[in-house]
């Protein structure tokens, strides 16, 4: 792990969603969910393997609309409350990939509504920036455009919020 603040080498992103905390995280946990929403626009899960539970892992690829295949990646659950946060691992399954740790967080406040906080910590500001180069935060922010797609429809399911 670098020595540089982690300051210099986090991503924070975060979006309102009308929606309860136990759905926007319910969403996170099933593989069935994830896959509609996980990714930028025109690169959907091709590969989704989740074990939910603290120390189970997750492989995930994505797949252009094109057919080209993206690298696999994956890691481990490191804390998972319920409702209210999941903290994994991801790298690249190349070896001597680096890595990443993100940590999402489910707010909810007195309306209903749901602050998600997607906050990743990169091993190095290099990799932070590389990452952000290639489209690391309008890709995380697709994925979140088709999250809340999904959610409204849990709401709709549930009849109403």
């Known amino acids: 792990m670098s020595d540089e603040p982690q300051s210099v080498r986090e991503i924070f992103i975060t979006r309102l969603i009308d929606a309860p905390a136990h759905l926007v995280f319910a969403a996170h946990a099933d593989p069935v969910h994830v896959k509609r929403w996980f990714g930028p626009v025109g690169w959907p ?3 989704c393997e989740m074990d939910f539970r603290v120390g189970g892992r997750f492989r995930f690829q ?3 609309d094109e057919g080209e295949p993206g690298p696999p990646f994956g890691g481990t659950y490191l804390e ?3 409702h209210r946060r999941i903290r994994y691992d991801n790298s690249f399954e190349e070896p ?3 890595v990443m740790v993100t940590t999402i967080s489910f707010d909810e406040d007195a309306e209903g ?3 998600l906080t997607h906050h990743t910590v990169f091993e190095s500001k ?3 920036d590389d ?3 290639q489209g690391f935060e309008e890709g995380t922010n697709s994925g979140l455009d088709q999250l809340e797609e999904v ?3 849990l709401v709709a399911e549930m009849g109403g919020g």
Do not use: C, D, N, Q
Request: no cysteine.
């Open 113 to 115: 509504r749901t602050l």
């Open 96 to 98: 001597g990939s680096p």
């Open 131 to 133: 990452y952000l180069g």
């Open 126 to 128: 290099a990799m932070r």
């Open 62 to 64: 994505m797949t252009s």
């Open 151 to 153: 959610v409204a429809e």
């Open 45 to 47: 899960l091709t590969k």
């Open 80 to 82: 998972i409350v319920p």
